[in-house]
T-cell receptor, first 113, second 113 residues
Framework: NAGVTQTPKFQVLKTGQSMTLQCAQD?????MSWYRQDPGMGLRLIHY???????DQGEVPNGYNVSRSTTEDFPLRLLSAAPSQTSVYFC????????????FGPGTRLTVT | QQQVKQSPQSLIVQKGGISIINCAYE??????FPWYQQFPGKGPALLIA?????SEKKEGRFTISFNKSAKQFSLHIMDSQPGDSATYFC????????????FGTGTLLAVQP
């Protein structure tokens, strides 16, 4: 199993541009989440999903959209990038059989200029 | 508003010493308290976790102590090794169906040889 994969690994955007961060998992996990990690702020939950077709907002959802059309994929869309969205983004997945155990991807480092 | 407060921000320990990281929470609805370990350039990985009906859980050199009345929990790393040098995050989870986690701000641990 590849586990949780994220693409791209690095990305530089100009203010106002849009893009999609890709996340995929091959473990048949029901739960998937997106976090952003900023110095001194820890990991903050952006959006999460409890299954295909179901998504909900986390702590910091503004400026981001998600969808979950399949169990495997959970893309994160930045609608109009802002410098405040410069961060490292982590996707995670988990199964309800081991509650709250989440497997994290390697992260995407995004810089918005 | 930080729902899970973590301290210290950084910690330096000599090899063989005990590393102690503390966390405090406010929301009594939290029902699961995991610790994650993150190495540079990697995503966080689950280290150990505890439920509030247990006061202590030990796995190898890692121990969680939980004080429900004080709403505090801590991670103890016994016989700390240079390989333990990483960032540690406490977290709290609630709402079992959502697999939703709120993270602390992280502690950067350096174990000196």
């Amino acid at each position: 199993n590849a586990g949780v994969t994220q693409t791209p690994k690095f990305q530089v955007l100009k203010t106002g541009q849009s893009m999609t961060l890709q996340c995929a998992q091959d473990m048949n996990h029901e739960y998937m989440s997106w976090y952003r990690q900023d110095p001194g702020m820890g990991l903050r939950l952006i959006h999460y999903s409890v299954g295909a077709g179901i998504t909900d907002q986390g702590e910091v959802p503004n400026g981001y959209n998600v969808s979950r059309s399949t169990t495997e994929d959970f893309p994160l869309r930045l609608l109009s990038a802002a410098p405040s969205q410069t961060s490292v983004y982590f996707c995670a997945s988990g199964t309800g059989r081991i509650l709250y155990e989440q497997y994290f991807g390697p992260g995407t480092r995004l810089t918005v200029t | 508003q930080q729902q899970v407060k973590q301290s210290p921000q950084s910690l330096i320990v000599q090899k063989g010493g005990i590393s102690i990281i503390n966390c405090a929470y406010e929301n009594t609805a939290f029902d699961y308290f995991p610790w994650y370990q993150q190495f540079p350039g990697k995503g966080p990985a689950l280290l150990i976790a505890i439920r509030p009906d247990v006061s202590e859980k030990k796995e190898g050199r890692f121990t969680i102590s939980f004080n429900k009345s004080a709403k505090q929990f801590s991670l103890h790393i016994m016989d700390s090794q240079p390989g333990d040098s990483a960032t540690y995050f406490c977290a709290a989870g609630y709402g079992g169906a959502t697999n939703k986690l709120i993270f602390g701000t992280g502690t950067l641990l350096a174990v000196q040889p």
